[in-house]
Each structure stands twice: as C-alpha cells, then as structure tokens.
C-alpha cells in the first residue's frame, strides 16, 4: 500500500506493529508492506540500531523512498536475514533500472559506486539507502529507506538517487510488488516441508 500525506519518517513506525492501522481485515498473516515519499528525520530517542545510538547517528534524508515491513512470528534473526534479501534485491532494481551502475549491499546498507558531487565534494561511492529493525509484539518491523535526495544534514556517506518525474513511484511498486513475491515463495517453500 502506498500512503500519501505522510509528513516525515521518524522512526514510530518501528515501535509498534502498524499493519492493522493501514489494512484492518486485509492484514496479511504473512506480512505487509506499506510505501510513502517523505523525509527521513530519526532522531536518536528513535532509533533501534545500538551502533547508530553510540555514535549519535541520526537517520535522515531531504526526501526519500520509505518502506515500512511488518512480518509477524519470526525471530530478529529471521527478520534480519529477509531485510538483506529484500535490500539485496532492490539494490538490483535500483542498480539496473534506474541508477545504472554497480551496487553492492553491505548488510542492509545499499551502496553506489558511482562519481557523484555532493556539497561541493566529489566521491566515488555512497550509501543511497538506511535501515533500521526492531521486534514488536511477535513482529519483526524493518524500515528501507531510499535517499532520492539526502541533503546537508545527512552523513558524509550519503548518496542521493536523484530519482525524477514517476521514477520514485515505479519503485514503490516494484518494492511492494517484490515483498510479496519473496514473502509468498518463502511461505509455499516451508509449507512443502515435511
């Protein structure tokens, strides 16, 4: 589902489950998925990532692709390993039909490897997305966002996509669309075993 009329990503949406809010009778046993545009504005308070928290991270980008997952009855480990796969997979996306250079994943983190000039500085790479996790009420709750522009007040790292026009559109569908799918194989290949 795509939202509209979303202010700013701040981080709540990982406090609590949130599927029913969006859903209600639709709610998927196997997990949902919501998309919005909208910053990135997490403060420490909000964050899950201990790593993030010592080093006094925040999460932020000027506008961005936001993915908020929701999957019920599986461990922070489970959660953890779909994140890379998801991640991993529109890190494809992302890499052969709209940035057109080389990704890499470095755990949930979708890094670019292309010459870009930001604030003045020209790097060879950058990190276009963030990630936190948490668990809720026997959930698991993973947040993707995509740095369409990241901003002055976003990490040195960061990378904007500079996604224009429907492209920020096209992969919140094909975010949404690859959720499902991966979440749907996943469940008829357990439902197979004996």
């Known amino acids: 589902m795509i939202l509209e009329n979303i202010e700013k990503y701040d981080g709540t949406y990982l406090k609590s489950r949130f599927a029913y809010d969006h859903f209600k009778e ?5 997990g949902n ?11 420490v308070k909000n964050l ?12 932020y980008a ?29 890190a494809n996306i992302l890499a052969s039909e709209f940035l057109n250079c080389d990704i890499e994943v470095d755990g949930t983190k979708i890094v670019v490897h292309k010459e870009v000039q930001e604030a003045g500085i020209i790097r060879t790479q950058g990190k276009v997305s963030v990630s936190d996790m948490s668990l809720a009420n026997g959930a698991v709750l993973l947040y993707t966002g995509i740095n369409i ?26 975010g949404i669309e690859l959720f499902y ?14």
């Open 26 to 30: 639709k709610t998927q046993p196997i």
């Open 33 to 43: 998925i919501i998309a919005f545009r909208a910053p990135i504005d997490v403060e």
């Open 48 to 59: 899950n990532d201990k790593e993030n928290i010592v080093n006094d991270d925040i999460l």
């Open 62 to 90: 000027d506008d961005a692709i936001n993915f908020c997952m929701e999957i019920p009855n599986i461990s922070l480990f489970g959660g953890e390993c779909f994140h890379r796969l998801f991640n991993s997979s529109l």
């Open 149 to 174: 522009t990241a901003g002055k007040k976003a990490p040195n790292t960061a990378f904007s996509s500079n996604l224009e026009g429907d492209e920020p559109l096209i992969v919140m569908h094909k």
């Open 181 to 194: 799918g991966m979440l749907q194989e996943i469940f008829v290949e357990t439902s197979k075993r004996l």
